[in-house]
């Protein structure tokens, strides 16, 4: 069984501040994704990377995977109240077994 | 491209009850999962369809969970003699057959209460 780890589980910051938050696992994925679910609503797909060491930038988030492929990480810059949620990593194993999710980090960004 | 959708969006029912949701996932989209979230953790993967063929299913999904996708569109999934343990949020998700890495989208999930 494939597991992801998130971490922190919760963070609460002011806006304006840089964040990073992080999933990690001791298997190796094809590729992960990153998904943004905010209360009452569906998880969004933010990102896909799939290339170890892959850097991709969404305006003010920037994601990374590990060389090994089996850790990623998000880092927010400026904060705004706009980027609460909840955010989880997926990660495909390239099976059949659908995507394995992380419990994922609680952000809060306060005005 | 209406998205995916899930119906009801809430369920409250009764222990020993059965219930059954409706998904209707992307219209080109042809593969549909079946996802569950509880309170404070990640979706847990429960089933998926390719077209109309059920190709996985989770250890979670006990014998009293039973999931169709009859014509290949829409998907149900029903529990039988429903139990406490078995509140959390369904959620349907689709992809578009690429390879396993596709992104899924989600719906709004049927929130289930057992009494």
């Given at each position: 069984?494939?597991?992801?780890?998130?971490?922190?589980?919760?963070?609460?910051?002011?806006?304006?501040?840089?964040?990073?938050?992080?999933?990690?696992?001791?298997?190796?994925?094809?590729?992960?994704?990153?998904?943004?679910?905010?209360?009452?609503?569906?998880?969004?797909?933010?990102?896909?990377?799939?290339?170890g060491g892959e850097v991709k930038k969404l305006k003010r988030?920037?994601?990374?995977?590990?060389?090994?492929?089996?850790?990623?990480?998000?880092?927010?810059?400026?904060?705004?109240?706009?980027?609460?949620?909840?955010?989880?990593?997926?990660?495909?194993?390239?099976?059949?077994?659908?995507?394995?999710?992380?419990?994922?980090?609680?952000?809060?960004?306060?005005? | 491209?209406?998205?995916?959708?899930?119906?009801?969006?809430?369920?409250?029912?009764?222990?020993?009850?059965?219930?059954?949701?409706?998904?209707?996932?992307?219209?080109?989209?042809?593969?549909?999962?079946?996802?569950?979230?509880?309170?404070?953790?990640?979706?847990?993967?429960?089933?998926?369809?390719?077209?109309?063929?059920?190709?996985?299913?989770?250890?979670?999904?006990?014998?009293?969970?039973?999931?169709?996708?009859?014509?290949?569109?829409?998907?149900?999934?029903?529990?039988?003699?429903?139990?406490?343990?078995?509140?959390?949020?369904?959620?349907?998700?689709?992809?578009?057959?690429?390879?396993?890495?596709?992104?899924?989208?989600?719906?709004?999930?049927?929130?289930?209460?057992?009494?």
């Open positions: 069984t494939q597991l992801l780890e998130q971490s922190p589980q919760f963070l609460s910051i002011q806006e304006g501040e840089n964040l990073t938050v992080y999933c990690n696992s001791s298997s190796v994925f094809s590729s992960l994704q990153w998904y943004r679910q905010e209360p009452g609503e569906g998880p969004v797909l933010l990102v896909t990377v799939v290339t988030l920037t994601f990374q995977f590990g060389d090994a492929r089996k850790d990623s990480s998000l880092h927010i810059t400026a904060a705004q109240p706009g980027d609460t949620g909840l955010y989880l990593c997926a990660g495909s194993g390239g099976g059949a077994d659908g995507l394995t999710f992380g419990k994922g980090t609680h952000l809060i960004i306060q005005p | 491209d209406t998205g995916v959708s899930q119906d009801p969006r809430h369920k409250i029912t009764k222990r020993g009850q059965n219930v059954t949701f409706r998904c209707d996932p992307i219209s080109e989209h042809n593969r549909l999962y079946w996802y569950r979230q509880t309170l404070g953790q990640g979706p847990e993967f429960l089933t998926y369809f390719q077209n109309e063929a059920q190709l996985e299913k989770s250890r979670l999904l006990s014998d009293r969970f039973s999931a169709e996708r009859p014509k290949g569109s829409f998907s149900t999934l029903e529990i039988q003699r429903t139990e406490q343990g078995d509140s959390a949020m369904y959620l349907c998700a689709s992809s578009l057959i690429s390879d396993f890495d596709s992104p899924l989208h989600f719906g709004n999930g049927t929130r289930l209460t057992v009494t």
